[in-house]
């Protein structure tokens, strides 16, 4: 039986100050980095032991990974980084305290900003200080593809690709995966992998630093679903 677990990386300095992130590359807070190594030692005690592990290009994601495998002594397992991992673009929100925001454009806006599956955020230029069409990371993506803002829908669409090419066929292999990852992002592949209705998924939330795991079938439905 196929395992997954999806680990959404410990709280950030941008979380910690209640900040919108997105793309942005934040570090780990001290206690995002607790959460990390207490998520490694709960996959330790569970004696899961992945083959391969999937990140994203921020680093956040990269060391809540390295955390997780090194305090399950598997730091060894190969990982594989995508930008297709990374979190949903905030746009022009990226930066801006969630309080302030919602004071200034109200709590029903920025709570369809942050939910909605279907609602862009104010867009980001790619001349506006910050974009990520000015990060070397990215330097190999075609212009097109480094976004101004994203919905759970594109970021889902971004994602796919990824899932397809990279996980699923890890999983179809019967190997263990571990993905590190950001809210929206596993959000977004959870919405894929449960069948979860664009409605409901506004009321999911993955809390940092908690494994979540799947017990897949044959063919990659969910025949368990629970949290270490």
């Known amino acids: 039986m196929p395992k997954l677990v999806f680990s959404r990386h410990g709280l950030s300095e941008w979380n910690a100050l209640n900040q919108f992130t997105g793309w942005a ?3 780990l807070a001290p206690q995002g980095v607790e959460e990390a190594i207490e998520g490694g030692r709960k996959i330790k005690e569970a004696g899961i032991e992945f083959d391969v592990a ?6 956040r994601a990269i060391k809540t990974c390295n955390l997780i495998l090194e305090n399950s002594d598997q730091l060894w397992v190969p990982q594989i980084k995508s ?3 990374n979190e949903r673009h905030y746009g022009k929100l990226q930066g801006l305290n969630k309080q302030e925001t919602a004071e200034k ?3 029903d806006q920025v709570h369809i900003w942050r939910r909605s599956y279907d609602t862009l955020p104010p867009l980001m230029e790619a001349t506006d200080e910050g974009s990520a069409a000015n990060d070397r990371r990215y330097a190999m993506l075609d212009q097109r593809d480094i976004p101004g803002g994203e919905n759970l829908k594109v970021t889902l669409e971004r994602a796919l690709p990824f899932w397809q090419d990279e996980i699923a066929p890890a999983l179809l292999d019967d190997k263990t995966v571990l993905v590190a990852a950001h809210g929206n992002s596993l959000r977004a592949l959870a919405k894929h ?3 979860i209705s664009d409605e409901d998924i506004m009321d999911l939330e993955i809390p940092t630093g908690q494994p979540l795991v ?3 079938n044959d063919d990659l439905t969910v025949a368990k679903k629970y949290y270490l």
């Open 193 to 195: 992998i449960e069948g």
């Open 105 to 107: 454009y109200g709590d």
């Open 25 to 27: 590359d934040v570090d």
């Open 54 to 59: 999937y990140t994203s290009v921020l680093t």
């Open 214 to 216: 799947y017990e897949l």
């Open 83 to 85: 930008w297709r991992l």
